[in-house]
């Protein structure tokens, strides 16, 4: 196989092990990563708070109206127990009497008020704890994902390292200093050559140049120094 071939599967596997090193590294910095869940849970802990407040306000909503019907009895009892003769007294407890009522039914009114908005909440909270529990599934299930493509990527890495081995010892030294040396500079070291063009730089080649490539030994564009390959 002529060297310049060799120097050109050489660039492919490294551009594969490239490859395969970005995509572990992406991968690696997406193991544990739960922002997004965090933000779900924090959001949720909020959503109880407000629920435990609102449950308070329906007990006190409650116990203000209970107080009050016990108010109302009491003066019912007074009202209607027929000790109490005294005209203006009477007409003083009916005065209390509808005082109270009027608040009892604000309070009523109050109380299914605050009975809705907790209600309201208790399902919005519970309808947000289904999703939340489906998000964290979700989150576990690409966990597990992302270990076994990491393993798989690893893998994938160590036969790549293996065959990049085997085939740098079937190359002549030289060429492999030349190619090192080159993909340090221009990360890609082989050119291909099309219709007498290098393809990196697209730049005609001269004659000679091209004559040498295509006896398949390294020679270098001019212009942009990669090792050309005429396939
Ligand atoms: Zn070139």
């Not at 050119?191 to 001269?206: F, K, N, P, W, Y």
Request: some cysteine; hydrophobic content about 35%; overall charge negative.
């Amino acid at each position: 196989m002529p060297v310049t071939k060799q120097l050109y599967e050489l660039q492919e596997i490294d551009t594969e092990i490239e490859h395969a090193h970005q995509t572990l590294d992406l991968k690696k910095g997406q193991v544990g990563k739960r922002e997004e869940l965090d933000a779900v849970q924090k959001k949720l802990a909020a959503d109880e708070k407000v629920l435990e407040e609102l449950q308070h306000k329906r007990r006190e909503a409650e116990s203000e109206l209970d107080d009050t019907s016990s108010k109302i009895k009491a003066v019912e009892e007074q009202l209607y127990g027929g000790k109490i003769n005294n005209p203006k007294e009477l007409g003083n407890l009916q005065h209390e009497m509808n005082t109270l009522k009027g608040f009892s039914d604000e309070q009523e009114t109050k109380a299914l008020e605050a009975i809705e908005s907790m209600e309201a909440a208790e399902n919005a909270l519970a309808a947000a704890n289904e999703d939340f529990k489906k998000l964290e599934a979700e989150w576990q299930q690409q966990q597990k994902q992302l270990k076994s493509d990491i393993e798989s990527l690893n893998k994938t890495i160590d036969e790549l390292t293996e065959n990049r081995k085997l085939l740098v010892s079937q190359i002549d030294t030289t060429a492999v200093d030349l190619y090192e040396k080159v993909r340090k500079q221009k990360k890609q070291a082989v050119a291909r050559v099309e219709q007498g063009i290098c393809r990196a730089c697209r730049i005609s080649l001269s004659a000679s140049v091209l004559q040498k490539a295509r006896g398949g030994q390294p020679v270098q564009c001019g212009t942009c120094g990669r090792i050309l390959f005429i396939s």
